[in-house]
């Protein structure tokens, strides 16, 4: 077994050293940010009633987790999340193998989900209300607005990226568009989904969100707008002494 040397080892220490200060950076930059948030809510320089303050923030988190009612709220948006999340991995990969297999779809396709994917989404939720009504199938259609065009657009033109040769070569040994598709395409572009998966998550919830904004009775969504338009936080006003 090869000997560290001590340049080797001064180095590792080096950076290990850095590591930790980073971290320690970090906590320092929050723990100001905190500290200053909760003295000028002190002080009046900020008002606490519309600002709050990090103490009324961890009273109010605690109360809701001692009634349950919070890990209700995130149960509900963390079960859309992950649903609208599975539909757009399953219709993402399954359209945009579509794609790739059939040139003359794409071409006629391309252009409407390029408009799809750009048109803000936001915008799709109230629409989406209307048309479904506003119960948790409509949340998980929003989740899936979101992130869906993007991720076919994504795909696709990774698949379009895939080496030529390697397709010529099963194409050249009698090998069908399903063997591309299994043997070449599929295993050299699971970086891209992986990649595109860990995009879709996070899209999907600020979907699930914007969803619940407009018209849920349950989730982060909903619970953020309640909050929001009759400061709950008012609530504990005389209860916690502030």
């Excluded at 001590?6 to 980073?22: D, N, P």
């Excluded at 209700?72 to 992950?82: A, D, F, N, P």
């Excluded at 936001?122 to 929003?142: C, D, F, H, K, Q």
């Amino acid at each position: 077994m090869a000997q560290i040397s001590q340049a080797q080892k001064q180095y590792l220490r080096q950076q290990k050293r850095t590591k930790r200060e980073i971290i320690l950076a970090r906590i320092a930059v929050l723990a100001a940010f905190l500290g200053a948030w909760e003295f000028f809510t002190r002080i009046g320089t900020l008002d606490s009633f519309i600002f709050s303050s990090p103490s009324k923030v961890c009273r109010t988190f605690y109360e809701m987790c001692t009634d349950h009612s919070l890990f209700t709220h995130i149960g509900i948006t963390l079960y859309e999340t992950l649903v609208s999340f599975l539909f757009v991995i399953v219709f993402g990969l399954l359209i945009a193998v579509i794609l790739w297999a059939s040139p003359k779809t794409s071409k006629i396709l391309e252009p409407y989900l390029v408009v799809l994917n750009s048109l803000p989404k936001s915008a799709l939720a109230p629409l989406l209300i209307v048309w479904l009504g506003a119960n948790m199938r409509t949340i998980i259609v929003a989740g899936m607005s979101v992130a869906i065009f993007g991720s076919i657009i994504s795909l696709y033109t990774g698949f379009l990226q895939v080496d030529r040769d390697k397709l010529k070569l099963i194409e050249t040994l009698g090998g069908s568009k399903k063997d591309c598709l299994t043997k070449v395409v599929l295993p050299s572009s699971v970086p891209l989904i992986l990649s595109v998966m860990k995009v879709n998550i996070g899209l999907c919830l600020v979907g699930v969100i914007i969803g619940e904004f407009i018209g849920a009775r349950q989730g982060l969504g909903y619970l953020i707008i309640y909050g929001s338009q009759v400061f709950r936080r008012v609530r504990w006003v005389g209860k916690l002494g502030w």
